[in-house]
């Protein structure tokens, strides 16, 4: 089986930085596109950025110029990096990767279990 597994979360004061990494580990055979949502409690799961196997990236206008997502798809992980992080910024960040697995010739969407931002005032 094919796990996400995240790290970099935590509690940061508004104005701070983060960096997000996420690694996908299993039976892969090839990776397509990545990228990272966010959730807080009442809204709906929310995009935030994407990037495809040959580094195209996509940001939500929220984070525009603040955000930036990269990969190495040696180590099968994708980061997010996050600056002048504003308290809306403040939730639940899921990774979610398009993977192949080498047993089953189909592109299924794998999540993470998802890390907590936190920023305050």
């Known amino acids: 089986q094919v796990q996400l597994v995240e790290s970099g979360g935590g509690l940061v004061q508004a104005g701070g930085s983060l960096r997000l990494s996420c690694a996908a580990s299993g039976s892969i055979f090839s990776i397509n596109a990545m990228g990272w949502y966010r959730q807080v409690p009442g809204k709906q799961r929310e995009s935030v950025a994407s990037?495809?196997?040959?580094?195209?990236?996509n940001y939500a206008d929220s984070v525009k110029g603040r955000f930036t997502l990269s990969r190495d798809n040696a180590k099968n992980t994708v980061y997010l990096q996050m600056n002048d992080l504003k308290p809306e910024d403040t939730a639940i960040y899921y990774c979610?990767?398009?993977?192949?697995?080498?047993?089953?010739?189909?592109?299924?969407?794998?999540w993470g279990q998802g890390t907590q931002v936190t920023v305050s005032a």
């Open positions: 979610k990767a398009d993977i192949k697995t080498r047993l089953l010739s189909a592109w299924i969407n794998y």
């Open positions: 990037i495809t196997s040959g580094g195209s990236t």
